[in-house]
């Protein structure tokens, strides 16, 4: 593997086509103000990178990148590459990964507007976000204790695992398919409207009208926080272990729940079964 190192690239398509290289200490930023630098390569390390031009990783196969930096300047990062792992590093840059696939991201800071649109196959863990439409239409993700805030997350993802995570996120999951959310929280308007196969597991829910239009939505041992009309015209099988403020027009299913302000049913449709029933108080993982 040939070594480069402590060096500036400012150039247009700087490494362009480069195979089998570890690029250590190493700056792209300068007057010449240049794109593309990694683009067409294929087996790349980087290691204590600063990125500050546009464009670095495109069509790349095979990328490590470790203990780096990319700035807001740095923008569309990563799009069209396979095989990558990202380490350590901050993603400050808009649409930072896009159209990528096998992704694998561990202890990473993103602050990136529309990052992971269409990706196929990514792992995160440990990372905190910021981003407005984050993950947009991707599928087979695996989320372990991200930190995530924004806006209309989620949307039109497939196949999908979240683990003890943190989301607050208006207008998640909306659309969403076979996703399962496991200890943890959720807070945001309108959680999950339109989607199917979604299942809550012991998380807590947090803000109005959530889970509405749904179809196989699935909630075991969870709580919820500050939610009126609640799983409006969704199939629901429930099981809520804090009181709701109201619950209204469930088509089909059955919820049970130790306490609700209002049932309201107003349409000849919602054949939804509601039990009232106190339960035996169970902390959560996510509050925990």
């Known amino acids: 593997m040939e070594l480069i190192q402590n060096k500036t690239f400012d150039e247009e398509r700087a490494l362009y086509g480069s195979k089998n290289i570890f690029v250590k200490d190493c700056s792209f930023d300068g007057p010449a103000d240049g794109e593309s630098a990694f683009k067409e390569c294929s087996d790349v390390q980087v290691e204590h990178g600063f990125f500050n031009l546009r464009y670095p990783f495109w069509h790349d196969h095979k990328l490590k990148i470790s203990s780096s930096e990319m700035t807001e300047l740095c923008r569309a990062a990563l799009w069209y590459s396979d095989h990558i792992e990202i380490t350590g590093s901050s993603l ?52 372990k204790n991200v930190d995530m805030r924004g806006k209309y997350s989620f949307q039109y993802i497939e196949n999908a ?42 998380c807590r829910i947090i803000g109005t009208q959530p ?4 179809r196989g939505l699935r909630l075991i041992d969870c709580e919820m926080t500050d939610t009126d009309l609640a799983f409006e015209r969704s199939e629901v099988e429930a099981v809520i272990t804090t009181p709701v403020l109201s619950i209204k027009n469930p088509l089909s299913g059955h919820i049970t729940v130790p306490a609700v302000g209002e049932i309201i049913r107003d349409i000849p449709e919602a054949k939804g079964e509601i039990t009232v029933k106190e339960q035996k108080k169970k902390k959560t993982a996510a509050c925990a």
């Open 161 to 202: 695992v979240f683990e003890n995570c943190r989301f607050d996120t208006k207008d998640a999951f909306w659309h969403a398919k076979n996703v399962v959310v496991r200890n943890s929280v959720v807070k945001g308007e309108y959680l999950a409207w339109y989607s199917e196969n979604v299942t809550f597991e012991n």
């Open 92 to 143: 400050h840059g808009i649409k930072a990964l896009r159209e990528c696939s096998e992704v694998k991201m561990k202890d990473c800071d993103i602050i990136s507007p529309e990052f992971g649109w269409s990706v196929r196959g990514i792992e995160m863990e440990d990372c905190t976000v910021q981003s407005e439409y984050f993950m947009m239409r991707s599928d087979n993700l695996h989320f």
């Open 211 to 214: 889970l509405c239009y749904c």
